[in-house]
């Protein structure tokens, strides 16, 4: 299991079009990927699941990767992260 520490740093933290982009980017891995913030985790492939976090501007999120992919998961990911939010 890899794991990914980030700070938001968009302005307006993971809405509506940045949540569309990650659930679509992490639906092409089989591995289980989680978001948490706070102790609360959900489903990284499910975008309600994301929004629901309510993670705004200076908030650390936690993302889990666990199965075959794992690795080209977290790289594609953790990328994603850096570049978007």
Known sequence: M??????ITDPEGIHARPAGMLVKAVKEFACDI????????????????????GAKKGDEVVLTFDGADEEKAYEAVSKFMSENL
């Not at 890899?2 to 700070?7: A, C």
């Open 34 to 53: 989680k978001i948490a913030k706070d102790g609360k985790a959900m489903n990284c492939k499910a975008i309600f699941g994301v929004m629901g976090l």
């Open 2 to 7: 890899k794991e990914f520490k980030y700070v």
